[in-house]
């Protein structure tokens, strides 16, 4: 037999606050004060502005009475300005000559009111804070436009944003989402915008603005994972570029049947690796070097150029490994290729030069 349990309202509020949580968009900020230091600024202002009320008082005593002795010390002066400036006023001491009245008036009352704020700073700084992040976020997502969406922030997703960005990309132009708090976070820190929450629900790639995005990194740890944020991206964005990672190679097809243009398969591509490194451990020093863009060898994407147009692959200053002819992807030799087109793209390989960024035209192609 099954029973079916209800929420009750405890439930429902506990979802209500992680639909808040994990739905929310955080923008990269600079590093705040820390509250405790906040707090202790807060309170010194607060007395100093009590001392300087009471002084003012003292030192115009005489324009004061007391009900209790008609006379008013220094310690009357603390009492009246603490009253007077929490406006509890209790009325046993007050103002009685004119230039006590108009003291009050113009130094005192203002200094009431500053005595507030100081109080209720916290208040209206929260209030200025959610307005100013929401302004933030509208003028964010107003501007957001053919950006990079980058689903998991661990090893794989920030080593593939680290090499988008390595052709010019700015970090304003990604998004990432992940389950993680800490690493989104981790995410705002480095500068990229972050959203706390699933990325196989629709509502959360939306926050993302997936729907304008122009590229989009799969990177979850489990395949399934990748499987249902890719169906779900696909459906929201019908043209955008999505590339996935996979630990089992049998996933693969999945993927590309789930819409994904490019699936790399990170187990049997670090296997592959492994092995080579034992057979031969230059080839392996060699293919290392070229995962590890900006160091090195780098293997890159770029446009025939015109003096190139008319030669064979082999005739180019560039080592040329393939020839991308519309859809296809040609091996170097292979006889279909004939001579280089004007509007072919090759993929080469180049020598890394440290510190400096790829031409916008020129992709990396990080090896899998």
Known sequence: MFHVKLPGHDAIARQADEHLVTHRVKLPRKVVEHPFRQVAKRVIMALLVLVATALIVYFDHDGYNDNSDGSVDLLD?????????????????????????????????????????????????????????????????STLRDHTVVVGFGTKGRSAIQTVC?????????????????????????????????????????????HKA????????????????????????????????????????????????????????????????????????????LIQQGSGLDIVERPVIKAEVGKGPRETDDLVV?????????????????????????ITIVRATPGSQIAPDVRPIPSS
């Open 77 to 141: 002066s603390f009492y009246y300005a603490t009253v007077t400036l929490s406006t509890t006023g209790y009325g046993d001491i007050t103002p009685v000559s004119d230039a006590a009245r108009l003291v009050n008036i113009f130094v005192v009352t203002p200094l009431r009111v500053m005595f507030l704020i100081i109080l209720v700073g916290t208040t209206l700084e929260v209030l200025t804070e959610r307005t100013r992040e929401e302004w933030r976020l509208n003028r964010w997502r």
């Open 214 to 289: 122009r590229k989009i990194i799969i990177a979850t740890q489990r395949d399934d994972t990748a499987v249902l944020v890719t169906l779900t991206a696909r459906q929201l964005n019908k043209g955008a570029k999505i590339v996935a990672a996979v630990r089992e190679e049998e996933n693969a097809p999945l993927l590309k049947q789930s819409g994904a243009d490019a699936v790399i398969t990170s187990a049997s591509a670090a296997g592959r690796l492994l092995g080579l490194s034992v057979l031969s451990p230059a080839a392996g020093m060699v293919m290392e070097d």
């Open 322 to 346: 393939s020839v991308v002819r519309g859809h296809r992807v040609l091996g170097y030799d292979d006889p279909a290729i004939g001579t280089l087109e004007l509007t072919d793209r090759l």
């Open 166 to 210: 390595a052709t010019g990309l700015k970090k304003e132009q990604v998004v990432v989402v992940d389950p993680s708090a800490k690493v989104i976070e981790a995410a705002t820190a480095d500068g990229y915008a972050g959203i706390v929450g699933d990325a196989t629900r629709s509502e959360v790639l939306k926050r993302a603005e997936v």
